[in-house]
C-alpha cells in the first residue's frame, strides 16, 4: 500500500512540477517580452494560478482531498467559505511577516503582497486539499511526530522546503550586485519557487527510503 501511495505522491508532483514549467515556457513563447526577470509579477500570478489550478484538480481526482461527511449545500459553501477565508488570511499573514523581517511597508507593497500570494499558493492551498479547512489538523501535522499519514509527512517537508527557499533567496537582496534578480522580490520568489519544486522532488524520495523506519498512529 506503501508503494502505491508514494507512486500516486509522485505522479502528483510531476504534474504539478509540470504546471509551473508550463507556466513559465509557453507564455515566453506567446507573448512578447515575457520574461521571468522582466515582467516578474505576470509570472509570478501565473505560476500561483497554474499551480493552485493543477493542484486542486490534481488532489481532487485522486481521492486526496478529505470528503465532506456532510452532503447538504449549506455544509459545502460553509467548507468553501472557510478555505477562501483561509487563503486570504494566509496572504495577509505571510505579508506581515516578510515586513517584519525587513520588506519595505509601503513602497513595493504590491510586490511583497504578491510574494505572499505565492507562498500562500505553495503552502496554505496545499494544506487545504490534504487537510481541508481544518485548523487543529494543521496544527496537529506540523506539531512534533503529529504525521498520521505519508501524506501529511510529504506536507511537512514540501512547505518546510518552501519557506526555507524563500529566507534564503533574500540573502542576496543586499548585496552589491545589481544584478536584475536582486531586484524584490524576485530572489525571494525563485527561491521559494525552487524549495518547492526541491520539496516535491525530496518528499517521495525521503518517504521511500525511510518507509522502513516510519510509523503513523491510526487516525
Known sequence: MWDHEIRAMASTHAIIASSVFMATVLPAVLVPGFSVYGTHLLWLYLV???IAAVSVAV?????LTPPTKKHSLGYKLSRLFRSVLYLFLSCLFFHTVVVLYGAPLIESALETFSLAVLLTSLTTLRCLCI??????????VFSRHGAMSVWDTCLQITVACTLVGAWVGAFPIPLDWDRPWQVWPVSCSLGAMIGFLTGLVAAPAWIHYHRKQL????K
Open 215 to 218: 510509523t503513523y498512529k491510526c
Open 48 to 50: 500561483s494560478g497554474s
Open 131 to 140: 487537510l481541508g479547512p481544518n485548523v487543529q489538523a494543521w496544527i496537529r
Open 59 to 63: 488532489f481532487w481526482l485522486l481521492g
